[in-house]
């Protein structure tokens, strides 16, 4: 076991284009959450996954955000049309199917860092 | 809503002094608490946690209390060593729920 792994972990992409970010959670862990954090900021909810039906999504989560878990493993995030506003540190973090949600405590990944230029 | 608030930083500190970052927090009813610690270049890892009023939670010689009379949970270590250097987040969560709602951070710089 490896962790909650991100990919990539560095974008760079010019505004108007569309990005997509990969998340692989700890295998047996059927519970999948994304969250955004900008400098100086902490991490704020973006949307989570069990399995692969998507419960909950911020209002962070403009119509330009979308998030899948297709088969309830790995999770991608995509943005279209990026904005400089977007530029963020996107986080991936899973916890089992036991355990009591938060209270459990995440894995984290170690995150993938969006610029927008 | 809900909010957590901590202390800015950085906070510099010289290795074995004592450190606590403070946090408060605004919450309906009886909401989790955690310390969440990010060293550079990695994912946040849980530190510790309290899930009611007066626990205390502990793990690596850090500890906080769980203060519901003044809603606050402050982060605290007798020595703290160069190793700990990193960002400390605190964080509530609501019974029932699966997301967290975190402060800014606090960064913590401990110089040999």
């Known amino acids: 076991d490896t962790g909650v792994s991100q990919n990539p972990r560095h974008k760079i992409t010019k505004r108007g284009q569309n990005v997509t970010f990969r998340c692989d959670p700890i295998s047996e862990h059927n519970r999948l959450y994304w969250y955004r954090q900008t400098l100086g900021q902490g991490p704020e909810f973006l949307t989570y996954f069990q399995n692969e039906a998507q419960l909950e999504k911020s209002r962070l989560l403009s119509d330009r955000f979308s998030a899948e878990r297709p088969k309830g493993s790995f999770s991608t995030l995509e943005i279209q049309r990026t904005e400089q506003g977007d530029s963020a540190m996107y986080l991936c973090a899973s916890t089992p199917v036991a355990g009591t949600g938060a209270n459990y405590g995440y894995t984290f990944g170690s995150g993938t860092r969006l610029t927008v230029v | 809503g809900d909010s957590v608030t901590q202390m800015e930083g950085p906070v510099t500190l010289s290795e074995e002094a004592f450190l606590t970052i403070n946090c408060t927090y605004t919450a309906t009813g009886y909401p989790s608490l955690f310390w969440y610690v990010q060293y550079p270049g990695e994912g946040l890892q849980l530190l510790l946690k309290?899930?009611?009023?007066?626990d205390k939670g502990s793990n690596k010689g850090f500890e906080a209390t769980y203060r519901k009379e003044t809603t606050s949970f402050h982060l605290e270590k007798g020595s703290v060593q160069v190793s700990d250097s990193a960002v400390y987040f605190c964080?509530?969560?609501?019974?029932?729920?699966?997301?967290?709602?975190f402060g800014t951070g606090t960064r913590l710089k401990v110089l040999a």
């Open positions: 964080a509530l969560s609501q019974p029932g729920t699966y997301k967290y709602i």
């Open positions: 309290a899930t009611k009023a007066d």
